[in-house]
């Protein structure tokens, strides 16, 4: 049995930014356990700063090498890894990442993908691209670019102040297809009245405009507004789901299950938001090929109804560190077949990409 972290980077194709910073490549920690005969993998969401969420790689080193890696010589269920890690407060990042492992670690030693093991699939997941801040021209160019090769929903990154002329310029283009804006939590109530001029481009949502842990002051725009609200950010538990639902905090949900804990956490949410009548779709963190095989395979469930930021590979990275990346057609990829995530790793793309390993146990 052995368990070691990798702290790996590679390379943006293009600088990718937020409203809250600029990232260029991509410093992931990806985890490979073994056991029985079988190698599993999983991937943290964390990056270098705690810009998105409290978490960073450091933090999340820290919990998983001391508060979970010697849960994982259990070889427990998901579940009852839930369980166990309840009374570890937050990290949700960090539970995540040994939390998809283990769904990866029992799904291979039965196996299975997967998707199969998650719930009832659609057989493929519905891509929407998320197109980071940039100048107007070249968000033209880049949302032509991404109808062209069938994506099914643009969103778009925006930032107080330039959200107006970027989602007029696009909806003036392209009267017709799904958008969204994402303002990663850059505007208070204060902004109302600039928030109100987004109203009449017809997005499919608004993904968090507030706070980054707040629901009620969106549950207070969310009646202003016609626009419906999507929570990423302030999502971080299922308690804070059905509170943000019962609220009426929003309509939508992006689940992202490196977020969430896990996919344990992330199955709850999205049952209890379609059963509340919300939307759910699956997010994404820039994950490389190892992360990215997670959100798909989620993103393929049935209860998954809105197209999600599950890209193909190729959209980030010129090469990744698996060696099946995905393809799309027609705007939609289909989860891996193969045991558990069903990567197979470019072990010498992944070595060149390592900056350091920690070697657990
Ligand atoms: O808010 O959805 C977000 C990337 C990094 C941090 C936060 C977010 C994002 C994205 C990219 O929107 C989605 C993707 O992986 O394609
Ligand atoms: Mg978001």
């Known amino acids: 049995m052995s368990f070691k972290i990798r702290l790996v980077k590679i390379p943006f194709l293009a ?17 490979e356990f073994e056991a029985d005969g079988v190698r599993a993998f999983g991937e943290c969401v964390t990056d270098e700063g705690p810009y998105y969420g409290y978490e960073d790689n450091q933090t999340a080193l820290h919990i998983i090498r001391d508060h979970l890696a010697p849960l994982l010589r259990r070889k427990p269920s998901p579940g009852e890894f839930v369980e166990l890690t309840e009374r570890i407060r937050g990290h949700n990042m960090a539970k995540a990442a040994v939390e998809m492992l283990l769904w990866d670690y029992h799904s291979k030693r039965s196996g299975r993908a997967i998707f199969r093991a998650l719930g009832p699939t659609k057989g493929h997941a519905d891509v929407g691209i998320s197109l980071g801040i940039a100048r107007t021209e070249e968000t033209i160019g880049r949302v032509s670019q991404a109808l062209d090769r069938g994506y099914k929903r643009v969103k778009l990154k925006i930032s107080r102040g330039r959200e107006h002329q970027i989602v007029r310029s696009v909806r003036d283009s392209f009267p017709e297809i799904e958008l969204s804006a994402d303002a990663n939590s850059c505007y208070t109530l204060k902004d109302l009245p600039r928030l109100r001029r987004l109203d009449r481009f017809g997005l499919v949502y608004l993904e968090q405009p507030l706070g980054h842990d707040d629901l009620l002051d969106h549950a207070r725009l969310a009646k202003e507004l016609s626009t419906p609200i999507c929570l990423d950010e302030s999502i971080s538990s299922v308690e804070k789901a059905r509170q943000a639902l019962e609220i009426g905090a929003c309509k939508v949900i992006n689940i992202k299950p490196g977020r969430l804990g896990g996919f344990t956490n992330s199955l709850k949410v999205a049952k209890l938001a379609r059963r509340r009548g919300g939307h759910v779709w699956v997010g994404g963190m820039l994950e490389t090929g190892v992360g990215r095989s997670f959100n798909v395979s989620f993103a393929s469930l049935r209860i998954v109804d809105y197209p999600g930021d599950t890209s193909p590979n190729d959209k980030y990275f010129a090469r990744d ?6 393809e799309m057609v027609r705007g939609q990829i289909s989860p891996n077949q193969e045991p558990g995530i069903g990567v197979e790793i ?16």
């Open 321 to 326: 560190i698996v060696t099946n990346p995905f």
């Open 346 to 361: 470019d072990e010498g793309f992944l070595s060149e990409s390592t900056v350091e390993t920690w070697k657990i146990f």
């Open 15 to 31: 600088p990718f930014t937020t409203s809250f910073g600029t990232e260029t490549e991509r410093r992931a920690l990806v985890l």
